[in-house]
């Protein structure tokens, strides 16, 4: 079993940046790769950044060059900066961390940016 736990959402204002983070615990030598994924209002949770253990990245088109994701291995943690905000960008952020039975959710942090 892997555990995630996210944290740092916020209320921003347009333009402006926050860092997400997602803390893993449990049987982490068992995940693959960790993703932010995001959901607003009336729409389907879609991916935002994966990062894969060997340091491999993607993310959605409608967030690159703005958002980075990043790890630091020693702390069993993932990261996203989000930069340059935009009204679109509100969502409820998850964090999920993949492993060769099946990915692991947390419970999500909000994240709100005003026009």
């Known amino acids: 079993q892997v555990q995630v736990v996210e944290s740092g959402g916020g209320l921003v204002q347009a333009g402006g940046s926050l860092r997400l983070s997602c803390a893993a615990s449990?049987?982490?030598?068992?995940?693959?790769?960790m993703g932010w994924y995001r959901q607003a209002p009336g729409k389907h949770r879609g991916l935002v950044a994966r990062?894969?253990?060997?340091?491999?990245?993607n993310y959605a088109s409608s967030v690159k060059g703005r958002f980075t994701i990043s790890r630091d291995n020693a702390k069993n943690t993932v990261y996203l900066q989000m930069n340059s905000l935009k009204p679109e960008d509100t969502a409820v952020y998850y964090c999920?961390?993949?492993?060769?039975?099946?990915?692991?959710w947390g419970q999500g942090t909000q994240v709100t940016v005003s026009s």
């Open positions: 999920n961390a993949e492993t060769i039975i099946g990915g692991y």
């Open positions: 449990g049987s982490i030598f068992s995940i693959n790769a």
């Open positions: 990062i894969t253990t060997g340091g491999s990245s």
